[in-house]
Antibody, heavy 119, light 108 residues
């Protein structure tokens, strides 16, 4: 069974960066698109970007262009999301999600990582 | 980016009610649409993919329909476990993916 396990909660100061990891187990890591989605407190889901590990190609929502970098390490089956120039509005739970395999819908989700941006 | 508009934003219903949530895309996405259920403090759960295909293990009271720009999620008989927030998501192959703003289903 596919499992995605994310790194723990982070606290950062405004202007700094954060890097969240997402380790996959079960299934074939490289073949399936992994997305990053965030959810600010009391708000909806916001898609940030995705990567196809086998192609090492990432693309991003327009809102995050230039500020987010999504990478994947095939040797450790781990995806990463780095967000820079943090501001208080970036305080959110960040999720990684993997497509199902029979569909590009996200059938597998990590447990979420709370990133708090505060001075 | 393709914009997804969900309605209503909040829905009050009773156990046993038939519930319908609508999602509209700003341009055609064929049937590249999913529906998710999210409960407080939990990750979203996939319910429907490709607009109308039921994810394995999801109760048959959930159904999806539509194509192009108009989509619906229907719960045929609302159960206590269904009170949650529902999101649509488009995953058109050559576009950034986007979510609707969510519909909270509350107890009436």
């Amino acid at each position: 069974q596919v499992q995605l396990v994310q790194s723990g909660a982070e606290v950062r100061k405004p202007g700094s960066s954060v890097k969240v990891s997402c380790k996959a187990s079960g299934g074939t890591f490289s073949s399936y698109t992994i997305s990053w989605v965030r959810q600010a407190p009391g708000q909806g889901l916001e898609w940030m970007g995705r990567i196809v590990p086998i192609l090492d190609i990432a693309d991003y929502a327009q809102k995050f262009q230039g500020r987010v970098t999504i990478t994947a390490d095939k040797s450790t089956s781990t995806a990463y999301m780095e967000l820079s120039s943090l501001r208080s509005e970036d305080t959110a739970v960040y999720y990684c999600a993997r497509v199902s395999g029979y569909s590009n819908a996200s059938g597998y989700w990590g447990q979420g990582t709370l990133v708090t941006v505060s001075s | 980016d393709i914009q997804m508009t969900q309605s209503p934003s909040t829905l009050s219903a009773s156990v046993g009610d038939r519930v319908t949530i609508t999602c509209r895309a700003s341009q055609s996405i064929s049937n590249w649409l999913a529906w998710y259920q999210q409960k407080p403090g939990k990750a979203p759960k996939l319910l429907i993919y490709e607009a109308s295909s039921l994810e394995s293990g999801v109760p048959s009271r959930f159904s999806g329909s539509g194509s192009g720009t108009e989509f619906t999620l229907t719960i045929s008989s609302l159960q206590p476990d269904d009170f949650a927030t529902y999101y649509c998501q488009q995953y058109h192959l050559y576009s950034p993916w986007t979510f609707g703003q969510g519909t909270k289903v509350e107890i009436k």
